[in-house]
């Protein structure tokens, strides 16, 4: 089986991939940054946002021949941002309150245009609502007040039980009023967001 963790920067996804790979018997975690990485499937790096810009069509092309390399494993956990454009079983999607993501960007000392455009995806369901676009099966949880083990173990259930959906989230309800403050921290959203490199 084939499982694809996504979510934006500071969910949590590499934590929980490994939570949920010593969870399962027989399983083998990818880290699709690393694997970007060494294969140079990217097409450039932006410097302002510290992140690499890829093609996600030539990554799906270039995966599956990963895939056919690997030999038998029960698991595979796919751990990254864009895993689920990929050819997967099961995509989970990894939330966690803009309150909280917002600390962890600043922690990692992102600039403020990531550290906004991260928050502004979350709070608007982008990867949920692209993975919904190409998957049949997605589930989403909910990581704010999880541990990694915890978030492992949920997933495991949505392994199991094909009827599990995993948590409702709407940012847009519950902290509306962190959004409405947004601007003032960040200044112009249109301004900061149309910068380029």
């Given at each position: 089986?084939?499982?694809?963790?996504?979510?934006?920067?500071?969910?949590?996804?590499?934590?929980?991939?490994?939570?949920?790979?010593?969870?399962?018997?027989?399983?083998?975690?990818?880290?699709?940054?690393?694997?970007?990485?060494?294969?140079?499937?990217?097409?450039?790096?932006?410097?302002?946002?510290?992140?690499?810009v890829?093609?996600?069509?030539?990554?799906?092309?270039?995966?599956?021949?990963?895939?056919?390399?690997?030999?038998?494993?029960?698991?595979?956990?796919?751990?990254?941002?864009?895993?689920?454009?990929?050819?997967?079983?099961?995509?989970?999607?990894?939330?966690?309150?803009?309150r909280?993501?917002?600390?962890?960007?600043?922690?990692?000392?992102?600039?403020?245009?990531?550290?906004?455009?991260?928050?502004?995806?979350?709070?608007?369901?982008?990867?949920y609502?692209?993975?919904?676009?190409?998957?049949?099966?997605?589930?989403?949880?909910?990581?704010?007040?999880?541990?990694?083990?915890?978030?492992?173990?949920?997933?495991?259930?949505?392994?199991?039980?094909?009827?599990?959906?995993?948590?409702?989230?709407?940012?847009?309800?519950?902290?509306?009023?962190?959004?409405?403050?947004?601007?003032?921290?960040?200044?112009?959203?249109?301004?900061?967001?149309?910068?380029r490199?």
């Open positions: 089986m084939l499982i694809a963790l996504t979510g934006v920067a500071g969910v949590g996804k590499t934590s929980v991939a490994r939570a949920l790979v010593r969870l399962l018997p027989n399983a083998r975690l990818i880290s699709l940054a690393s694997y970007l990485k060494r294969k140079k499937l990217y097409e450039g790096y932006d410097r302002k946002l510290r992140s690499y890829v093609d996600p069509a030539r990554l799906k092309k270039e995966f599956r021949r990963e895939l056919a390399k690997l030999g038998k494993w029960d698991y595979v956990v796919i751990d990254g941002l864009l895993s689920h454009y990929l050819d997967v079983d099961l995509v989970v999607v990894l939330r966690c309150s803009p909280i993501l917002e600390e962890r960007l600043k922690h990692r000392r992102y600039p403020k245009q990531k550290i906004l455009q991260n928050l502004l995806a979350e709070f608007c369901d982008v990867l609502a692209e993975a919904i676009e190409r998957r049949r099966r997605v589930v989403q949880i909910d990581v704010s007040n999880r541990s990694a083990e915890e978030v492992a173990m949920l997933i495991k259930r949505a392994i199991e039980n094909p009827r599990f959906s995993g948590d409702r989230v709407d940012w847009l309800g519950s902290e509306a009023d962190f959004l409405v403050g947004l601007e003032r921290k960040y200044g112009n959203f249109k301004k900061l967001l149309s910068k490199s």
